[in-house]
């Protein structure tokens, strides 16, 4: 997932900051060349996860840690397309897992805080959801099992610089961003009752790079404000009157991270806010 959003911004990272070499691997399903950077220290690969061993089997001695965040995303895209979902984010993922742990490779893989919506007593209101927190159990017992090395972070709706802003696979700030400035309406699904904790891409790096530094592995963290606004109060942020939609399966009522591991371990606290994010947009 390197040329996406999350990915290109850790790449950028790990190149300003560390004496890695990077390959990413993308399938460009919601990934885009534009993101790539330009730095002879980054290899920009398109492939597809299910043949990760045969990518990688010739470095694998040379890798140090693999950033997993390939996979099949978007809950609304998972009813329409589970088979690709179900490939991507089990077939796929397993071959990841299995490279990583036959290789002791250390694993940072991305949850989603979709699994943890309406405090975590659904993991299962989607394709999406569901494929991921079945990997989690997974990761588990081949921790108990083969002692494989993993970290596991839970992103909550991410925003900021490269976000995608057409398309199928954008997600709220970005979609509305573009609308706005393209003279378009601006929907929300539902009542507009529906509380998201909004994070900065800039705030999940730090987050990030601090397990690298840290060498903080085995633990799971979740990178998220600490804070959450309802759709509605992103609509008066955005000084919008939206118009409203018929509610979307498989969405949670309400998602709100705990960060105080990250904190206690990372020394990690977000500072960038939703409403000074929004007022220094140009729309």
Request: with cysteine.
């Amino acid at each position: 997932g390197g040329a996406g959003f999350v990915g290109s911004h850790l790449i950028e990272k790990i190149l300003n900051f560390k004496n890695f070499d990077v390959i990413s691997l993308d399938n460009y399903s919601s990934g885009s060349i534009n993101n790539h950077i330009r730095n002879k220290r980054v290899t920009y690969l398109k492939d597809d996860i299910k043949n990760f061993k045969k990518i990688f089997y010739k470095k694998r001695k040379f890798i140090k840690s693999v950033f997993h965040f390939g996979e099949f995303s978007r809950i609304y895209q998972s009813f329409k397309k589970f088979d690709k979902c179900l490939e991507s984010n089990t077939h796929g993922s397993n071959e990841v897992f299995k490279f990583c742990l036959q290789n002791n490779i250390k694993l940072i893989y991305s949850a989603t805080s979709a699994s943890l919506g309406n405090k975590g007593n659904d993991k299962n209101l989607s394709p999406y959801a569901f494929t991921k927190s079945k990997n989690l159990e997974l990761l588990e017992n081949l921790k108990k099992w083969f002692k494989m090395k993993f970290e596991i972070i839970y992103f909550y709706n991410v925003y900021g610089p490269y976000q995608l802003v057409k398309g199928g696979y954008t997600t709220l700030i970005g979609r509305w961003i573009n609308n706005i400035k393209n003279g378009l309406p601006c929907e929300i699904y539902g009542d507009g009752s529906k509380r998201r904790d909004f994070t900065h891409v800039e705030d999940i790096i730090k987050g990030l790079t601090a397990i690298m530094d840290q060498n903080a592995y085995g633990y799971t963290f979740e990178f998220g404000k600490g804070k959450n606004h309802s759709v509605l109060d992103v609509a008066k942020m955005f000084n919008i009157n939206p118009i409203f939609k018929e509610n979307k399966p498989g969405e949670a009522q309400e998602t709100l991270a705990d960060y105080s591991l990250a904190k206690e371990i990372l020394g990690w606290v977000p500072e960038i806010d939703l409403q000074y994010y929004i007022n220094t947009l140009k729309l």
